[in-house]
């Protein structure tokens, strides 16, 4: 296990990789840090990749503060540019809306061999999500980057519609996301697949890291296969 550092903007994102073989680039969700991928990683790099995980601009020990969708999406662009190829982006919640911005740019994409956005739809109901923030007493954390990504939902819909990067949505059984959410985003582009891990909710890596991390093993090596 090594620590990296990777400067963008003179903001300065901390980073850990584990293991060797292609890179599983792995973002974690608002208001978490990166040592929640630990144990998806370490099964990750015994399956044979390498994993790494970053914490997010503002985050962990990463410098700068996450007030768009759109300041993490450049951080993305460079943590993708900055890797060996293949890739394989996996982002969970905020994280996963960061990747589809990023992957937005033909340039980033074309490093991608596979998305993997866990338990996240770039567009969703409004008053749904904030409803269900105030419930966890949420609402106002991180208030600027919450409504940055609700007003995001269109753009960062037609983003992920158009895009041919192959992506596998993974849902929560006990998700807050609704059946309507997913629907719209799987009609969107017929190149997203969908998985489930029942007894988890929208925290899949803290709640069932082991079968996320055969999820994510097993569609990075379908999606290198295919390459």
């Not at 400067?7 to 850990?16: A, F, K, P, Y």
């Not at 985050?59 to 890797?83: C, I, P």
């Not at 809306?97 to 993997?116: D, N």
């Not at 819909?157 to 309507?180: F, I, K």
């Amino acid at each position: 296990m090594t620590d990296i550092d990777i400067t963008v903007d003179e903001v300065i994102l901390r980073g850990t990789v584990i293991g060797a073989g292609p890179t599983v680039l792995l973002l974690h969700a608002g208001g978490e840090h990166r040592g929640v991928w630990g144990p998806v990683s370490t099964r990750i790099a015994a399956a044979g990749f390498r994993a790494v995980a970053f914490d997010l601009r503002g985050h962990g020990e990463s410098a700068g503060n996450a007030t768009t969708v759109g300041v993490l999406a450049g951080d993305v662009v460079e943590m993708v540019r900055r890797q060996p190829l293949p890739i394989v982006v996996v982002g969970a919640s905020v994280g996963g809306l960061a990747a589809i911005a990023a992957l937005g740019e033909p340039g980033v994409a074309r490093r991608v061999v596979g998305l993997i956005l866990v338990d996240v739809v770039p567009w969703a109901d409004l008053d749904r999500v904030r409803a269900w923030l105030g419930e966890l007493g949420l609402r106002d954390h991180r208030a600027d980057l919450v409504e940055d990504a609700l007003a995001a939902g269109p753009r960062l819909h037609a983003t992920a519609a158009g895009s041919d990067v192959p992506t596998l949505l993974v849902r929560g059984g006990q998700s807050p996301l609704t059946d309507a959410e997913v629907d719209r985003f799987l009609a969107g582009n017929g190149r997203v697949t969908l998985a489930c891990v029942p007894d988890a909710g929208h925290l899949i890596a803290r709640e069932a890291p082991g079968e996320l991390a055969r999820i994510i093993s097993e569609y990075a090596a379908t999606r290198l296969a295919a390459r």
